[in-house]
Structure formats: structure tokens, C-alpha cells
């Protein structure tokens, strides 16, 4: 389940991001006044900010290294490596298919175990952008997790996720993202505890100067199984490395804001680098 609440989030974050600013900065320099020039520029790099959050989808592809720390009270912790790579199908963020094929190694505190390592959950998500006007951005999509990894530890079970999302940019520095989705695990679960959780996912992202961004997100949980509802708060800073932002280097911090969201964690750290490449 942890997995799979973190494929989701920039699935609508990417798809909210309006094709016509796209458009505008591939236009021809005669096609607008210079004055207009910065304007579109700024707006180009908040919608890249949206994408980047968590994980790109749709536009472009990614290949993504990523490390999380979890620490744990009476000072145990545990960590995870991912490489996930990420391919894409679509056209203007309209309708798309993307398919995410993680490899992970997870290092658990000496207590518990050796460090274990394999091929993770392989998951499709099919995604339709209905609303794109004036900023607003409204879109439905489907997800499937396939229990396919090698080794529980880095796997969960199979799992439906219907998910819908609505954004909107206030101008070109911030925009504001709502998702909300269902995970239903289904089929055979194995050693894998059921799943059916309903989540909400609010984000602010903020597109700063020399191509930095900063994002604030609030996850709030509600299991169907038990009604424990929880909320973890993340944030994400980052910056974009080359002139074309195809490699992005960030860090993310999350929190709990309650016992039931904790689980045993105190916190989070994580650093990430995302390289982006069309077909």
C-alpha cells in the first residue's frame, strides 16, 4: 500500500498542466510581442513544476533514482532504493497511458532483517483530461497495480484505483491541485494485508526564480477497513539542472500529523533525480 500511494499524486499534477501554454512557448517569436515573452516563460515553468512533483507523467518519459530514510521511534529506521522507470503514451495531456516498472531494495533496521531487493509493483494508469479552460483542469482516470513483485517486501497486492482531480492556476507562479482516489486491493492477497482506503490529496506548487520550485502536500487517509483516518503533511523543493529541464534534483520531508497516519514513523527524508526523454 505504501507504494501505491505515491504513483498516483503528479498523475493528475501532470495531466492538469494546460497544453495551450505548451503551445505558446513553441510558438514563433513573431507570433506574440516581447513583453508577452516572460509571461509564457514563467508559465512554461510552473506547469514543469506540477509534472515534477512525485513523478512525471504523460508529456514525457523518466527514468527516476530515488532514496527515502524513515525514522522510527526508540531510534530505529529503515530506508528504500528506487529506480523506476516511466514510459508514456499521449497526446497534449488529453488522454494518456503511462506504465511504471519500479525496481526497489528495501534496508530494514538490523532488528528486523537483511536487506531485500527485486522488482516491485508494475502498474498502468489510463488517464482522460474532460475540462481545460481558463486555467480550470478537470480529469478521471484508472489505475491497475499488478502483483508482480519478486519479493513481498517490495510489493503489495493487486489494486484498483479510480482517481479523479481538479486544478487550477491562479497565474504563473502557483497553482492548486486536488485528488481524490480509491484503493481496492482484490484477487488473491498472499501475505499482503487487504486494502480499501479513500484518499484526498491537496497540493500547492510554487514556481520560484533560477528555475526552483517548492510544493506542499497534505494527504489525508480514510480506511474503509477500520475507519482510521489519517494525515501525513510532505514537502518538496527542488531545482531543474539543464537549460531544456530534462534532469531535476529535489528533496522531500514528511511528517505525520497523527498517530494513525504515523504507524511508527516520526518522519521521512528522501532526495530524488529525474532524468526526462521523449520517444
Known sequence: MAFATRVVPVLVLAALAAPDARAQEEAPAHAAPAQQAEPSHGLRHLLDVMEV??????????LQL???????????????????????????????????????????????????????????????????????RLGAGLELQWNTATIPAVGAPWIIEPVV?????????????????????????????PVNTIQFKPVVSVALPAWFFVSVQDKISWSLENDDVGSLLKFTAGRFLTEHKSVVLAVEYETPLDPVAARGEIMMVGVLLSYFFAW
Open 53 to 62: 512533483v512525485d513523478t512525471p507523467v504523460f508529456s514525457r518519459n523518466t
Open 165 to 193: 482531480g481538479i486544478g487550477y492556476r491562479f497565474d504563473k507562479w502557483v497553482g492548486v491541485t486536488l485528488e481524490v482516489n480509491w484503493q481496492k486491493s482484490f484477487g488473491n492477497l498472499g501475505t499482503y494485508l
Open 66 to 136: 530515488k532514496y527515502e530514510w524513515t525514522g522510527k521511534p526508540a531510534g530505529a529506521s529503515s530506508s528504500e532504493l528506487t529506480f523506476k522507470p516511466t514510459f508514456a503514451w499521449g497526446k497534449n495531456r488529453e488522454f494518456a497511458l503511462r506504465v511504471e516498472m519500479p525496481v526497489e531494495t528495501v534496508y530494514p533496521s538490523p532488528s528486523v532483517g537483511p536487506a531485500a531487493s527485486g522488482f516491485a509493483s508494475l502498474t498502468t494508469t489510463f488517464f482522460w483530461v474532460f475540462h481545460d479552460e481558463k486555467g480550470l
